[in-house]
T-cell receptor, first 113, second 111 residues
Framework: DADVTQTPRNRITKTGKRIMLECSQTKGHDRMYWYRQDPGLGLRLIYYSFDVKDINKGEISDGYSVSRQAQAKFSLSLESAIPNQTALYFCATSDVGANEKLFFGSGTQLSVL | GESVGLHLPTLSVQEGDNSIINCAYS??????FIWYKQESGKGPQFIIDIRSNMDKRQGQRVTVLLNKTVKHLSLQIAATQPGDSAVYFCAENAGYSTLTFGKGTMLLVSP
């Protein structure tokens, strides 16, 4: 079983729809992250959470929100999806004291039409 | 090496050759660096890391070199194999909360 699991793996939606991407982990890590990947632009941080009561904006948080439901679960929402949010989304985790070393899920490919 | 823009830099090598992937980082305060490998359809995977108090670190078939004077990082892969074909990202941490990733280099290995 994967240590960091993202659902769904693929999603196609329409402009204006609300979308939730889910992430769960079995690594026991306190820290969780959502990244977005666009061709040629690398990975950009959307939101991150260092524990259940902690939520922080990343580089590109506009248009997104997150919820840390439990230590093991961190979801990303697009309240009203737009086409330029079409991208590959990754959830990642890291351990306290080693927050630089990230462990990634397999990604969710989101297409907004 | 890595660069700004929509086109991913590509390095093409023959199987058995040594590969060198370069990365120029931006923050002189960065003190920790990581290389990740991303295969098609998968998330990035950790390869090797190095702290700023070192200039070289070796792993299995991989070596990372750090030149703080010119803010340059390189990943050397010995005896490159077709399974090494992937996109490689460098990432830096300046002691803040999170990593900053480079834009990636695609490595293509021909049999």
């Amino acid at each position: 079983d994967a240590d960091v699991t993202q659902t769904p793996r693929n999603r196609i939606t329409k402009t204006g729809k609300r979308i939730m991407l889910e992430c769960s982990q079995t690594k026991g890590h306190d820290r969780m992250y959502w990244y977005r990947q666009d061709p040629g632009l690398g990975l950009r941080l959307i939101y991150y959470s260092f524990d259940v009561k902690d939520i922080n904006k990343g580089e590109i948080s506009d248009g997104y929100s997150v919820s840390r439901q439990a230590q093991a679960k961190f979801s990303l929402s697009l309240e009203s999806a737009i086409p330029n949010q079409t991208a590959l989304y990754f959830c990642a985790t890291s351990d306290v004291g080693a927050n630089e070393k990230l462990f990634f899920g397999s990604g969710t490919q989101l297409s907004v039409l | 090496g890595e660069s700004v823009g929509l086109h991913l830099p590509t390095l093409s090598v023959q199987e058995g050759d040594n590969s060198i992937i370069n990365c120029a980082y931006s923050n002189s305060a960065s003190d920790y660096f990581i290389w990740y490998k991303q295969e098609s359809g998968k998330g990035p995977q950790f390869i090797i890391d190095i702290r700023s108090n070192m200039d070289k670190r070796q792993g299995q078939r991989v070596t990372v070199l750090l030149n703080k004077t010119v803010k340059h990082l390189s990943l050397q892969i010995a005896a490159t194999q077709p399974g090494d074909s992937a996109v490689y990202f460098c990432a830096e941490n300046a002691g803040y909360s999170t990593l900053t990733f480079g834009k990636g280099t695609m490595l293509l290995v021909s049999p």
